[in-house]
């Protein structure tokens, strides 16, 4: 029986898998790589694969008659998490998707929080 | 006619001029910042209520006209006039909004592929809490971040779990599933649209300055509620340490000081802690 999962986790799985291949693989070839009894029915792999094309995760190749294969659109060396965190940090703000635990507040707010707090000095 | 569209106009300028002063007077909105934040929005909303019912109303009076009943010229000609005007005011503000949607909607697309990316990373590990997937990412930055939308994750760097004690990394947790929970990229997204789309309006300025601080001390409010305000006091304090970020360390102060109700517990060492931290 398939084991359900949720959407995000399935793509992290399709995504190691097509960086450890060598080549581009096919739909039943992902799932033939997953462990045993974890792999997840082909329309379900064929959803996940669909949307990884649509972000641009994974690139979809014509394979003629035996239709289409897929890889990842650049190799895993080519990320590096540091830099990427950086950057998914420094692209936050207030109208941006993405919300960060240390916030986006300035100098006006951390006056406001300093005269609520009744601090004139600087935090120690 | 002419009165009651007068009025509605009336009554949305009132709101734009006064809401700002009266939301922004005082301590209350650290105090209540969840309060606050409806407060805040609601006033925009019926801001923009009133603008379009005026509108509404001045294009059904001017339509309902019949050429019979034109003795009194005027009132017709300013209503049709209104009408025209706020029609082409409607237009102008629709365009800019799709303006400035349209490529927020590109950033969130790169932005979910990234973190596809970030997520599937060999030197990544991924857990669920309460139903989010939370990404432990190898990185020096002491950072974590939430991400809403259909797959909405949370990330928190290596360096950020090996700072923080078990509890305090919950806190940060519970902080940013706060944030994917309540929808504050959405309300931070409406005064942000609101901002670009009315530059010139300060209370468009204020209220996107003020969702910023709200919806981050809602978020703490919650992790404390969650996990106690000792631990998320804690993570607070140690995180900003770790960025040396100001607003952090006041941040956890006001936790310490005031923790909100529900996050406390009785005992006499949790009180203790909570007067050091706030000192």
């Known amino acids: 029986m398939a084991v359900r999962r949720n959407r995000g986790e399935l793509e992290t799985s399709v995504l190691r898998i097509l960086w450890s291949a060598e080549r581009p693989l096919s739909a039943r070839q992902i799932m033939d790589d997953f462990p045993a009894g974890a792999a997840p029915a082909l329309t379900t792999m064929l959803t996940v694969l669909d949307r990884l094309v649509k972000k641009t995760t994974v690139t979809k190749i014509s394979n003629g008659a035996n239709g289409f294969v897929?890889?990842?659109?650049?190799?895993?060396?080519?990320?590096?998490?540091?830099?990427?965190?950086?950057?998914?940090?420094?692209?936050?703000?207030?109208?941006?998707?993405?919300?960060?635990?240390?916030?986006?507040?300035?100098?006006?707010?951390?006056?406001?929080?300093?005269?609520?707090?009744?601090?004139?000095e600087p935090s120690e | 006619m002419i009165g009651l569209v007068g009025s509605l106009i009336l009554a949305a300028i009132i709101l734009t001029v006064a809401a700002p002063v009266i939301l922004s007077y005082g301590a209350w909105r650290t105090r209540w910042p969840r309060l606050a934040l409806a407060a805040w929005h609601t006033a925009l909303l019926l801001g923009v209520l009133c603008l379009a019912a005026s509108l509404a109303v001045s294009i059904l009076a001017a339509v309902a006209q019949r050429p019979g009943q034109l003795s009194n010229w005027f009132e017709p000609t300013v209503l049709v006039f209104f009408g025209w005007v706020g029609l082409a005011v409607v237009g102008g503000l629709l365009a800019l909004l799709f303006t400035y949607t349209e490529p927020i909607g590109r950033d969130d697309r790169r932005l979910q592929a990234e973190f596809s990316r970030l997520a599937a990373q060999s030197t990544s590990t991924c857990q669920q809490v309460h139903g989010f997937d939370v990404v432990v990412v190898k990185s020096s930055a002491p950072i974590a971040l939430s991400l809403s939308g259909r797959e909405s994750r949370i990330v928190v760097s290596s360096c950020l779990t090996r700072a923080l004690s078990a509890s305090q990394l919950r806190a940060v947790i519970e902080h940013e599933r706060a944030h994917l929970v309540q929808h504050h990229r959405l309300v931070s997204r409406i005064a942000y649209l609101n901002r670009v789309c009315l530059p010139m309006l300060p209370a468009a300025r204020q209220l996107n300055r003020t969702t910023g601080l709200l919806v981050e001390l809602i978020a703490d409010d919650e992790a404390a509620r969650q996990v106690g305000a000792v631990n998320t006091a804690n993570a607070l304090l140690a995180t900003a340490q770790l960025s040396d970020d100001e607003a952090m360390k006041l941040r956890a102060r006001r936790i310490a000081a005031r923790p909100p109700r529900g996050s406390l517990s009785s005992s006499a060492r949790v009180r203790r802690t909570l007067a050091t931290l706030a000192d």
């Open chain 1, 70 to 120: 897929f890889a990842a659109s650049a190799p895993e060396s080519s990320f590096t998490a540091d830099a990427m965190v950086s950057a998914l940090s420094a692209s936050s703000d207030r109208g941006a998707a993405l919300l960060q635990f240390a916030g986006e507040l300035d100098r006006q707010d951390i006056e406001l929080l300093r005269s609520v707090l009744g601090t004139d």
